[in-house]
């Protein structure tokens, strides 16, 4: 995906794929597609670190139609993940504060 990114994103894309993304129907242009798929690969490439195998374990104990009650450790892995997630997705910077 991130390669993906990089080509549509390029003026030198190929022309097939900018002519259809920016001269048809298409309501987003091949740079608006490649940073969407650069926040989308963003998201789907994060790292299996400490925080989310705490919480894929906490998750694994419980019966899917059951209320989560996190631990004070847990609930700060959730909110580190959460908040490289929201990063991630507003491509860093100050943008990740406005939701």
Same mark, same amino acid.
């Given at each position: 995906?991130? =390669?993906? =990114? +990089?080509? $549509?994103? *390029?003026?030198?894309? /190929?022309?097939?794929? +900018?002519?259809? $993304?920016?001269?048809? &129907?298409?309501?987003?242009?091949? =740079?608006?597609?490649?940073?969407?798929?650069? !926040?989308? %690969?963003?998201? $789907? *490439? &994060? %790292?299996? *670190? /400490?925080?989310?195998?705490?919480?894929?374990? !906490? $998750? #694994? *104990?419980?019966?899917?139609?059951?209320?989560?009650?996190?631990? !004070?450790? &847990?609930?700060?892995?959730? &909110? #580190?993940? =959460?908040?490289?997630?929201?990063?991630?997705?507003?491509?860093?910077?100050?943008?990740?504060?406005?939701?």
């Amino acid at each position: 995906m991130k =390669a993906t =990114a +990089r080509v $549509l994103g *390029d003026p030198a894309a /190929p022309e097939a794929v +900018r002519d259809g $993304l920016e001269n048809g &129907q298409a309501t987003s242009t091949a =740079a608006d597609l490649a940073a969407y798929a650069a !926040r989308l %690969a963003a998201l $789907l *490439d &994060q %790292a299996d *670190d /400490p925080d989310a195998m705490m919480l894929r374990d !906490r $998750l #694994a *104990d419980v019966d899917p139609v059951e209320d989560v009650v996190l631990t !004070r450790d &847990q609930e700060a892995a959730y &909110q #580190a993940i =959460a908040d490289r997630l929201n990063q991630a997705w507003q491509g860093g910077g100050l943008g990740r504060f406005l939701h």
